[in-house]
């Protein structure tokens, strides 16, 4: 799917995703590759790209790719820029705060779009921060599961050390998700 970007209306960028989810062995849903890309209106190289590769075996699992060496970021920051409050200040790369997911998950689609309103300056609708906010603690509380689903015991340890009443299913085999992490 790909969005327009403007900046006092005009159309500056466009911001692009693609998703491919999966069904687990246990029957939940879990994203296989998400890719996430700003790309000027006047050219076809993106400028900036977020990717999750589950599969990955060469890259990070989860990283961020910059082709902003071409001028063509601090043109579109330029021209967000001129909305009065931050007009005639220079924006330069190293003002951006590109986000990694907070403090325990990686980046999303949400994570995505705030960086381009709030740090870019890319106009935004009345209501955006709201609609983003809830939306990223839906997903992360889906993470929440999903950790606890993959490291059971290590969740139960924790809840016995805060007071509560944990007991392993009788068929429990010590099965944890140990992989994911070791991975780069």
């Known amino acids: 799917m790909t969005l ?4 006092d209306g005009v159309r500056l960028a466009d911001w692009s995703f693609v998703m491919f989810a999966e069904a687990s062995s246990d029957g939940f849903l879990k994203v296989d590759q998400l890719r996430l890309w700003m790309t000027p209106a006047f050219d076809e190289s993106p400028v900036v790209r977020l990717e999750y590769e589950n599969r990955s075996t060469k890259p990070p699992v989860s990283h961020w790719q910059f082709h ?3 001028g063509a970021l601090s043109f579109m920051l330029a021209r967000t820029r001129q909305d009065g409050k931050h007009e005639g200040v220079p924006m330069s790369l190293s003002a951006l705060h590109f986000p990694t997911g907070g403090r325990r998950f990686r980046p999303g689609i949400e994570d995505f779009i705030q960086f381009l309103v709030q ?8 209501g955006w921060r709201r609609v983003l906010e809830d939306s990223r603690e839906l997903g992360r509380r889906f993470q929440v599961r999903t950790i606890a689903r993959d490291y059971p015991a290590e969740v139960a340890e924790v809840l016995r050390e805060n007071g509560w009443s944990v ?3 009788s068929d429990f085999d010590g099965w944890e998700a140990t992989q994911a992490l070791r991975e780069f």
Do not use: I
């Not at 740090?119 to 009345?126: A, I, L, N, T, V």
């Open 4 to 7: 327009p970007l403007t900046g």
């Open 68 to 70: 902003a060496e071409r």
């Open 119 to 126: 740090e870019c300056g890319f106009d935004s609708m009345q």
């Open 167 to 169: 007991q392993p299913p």
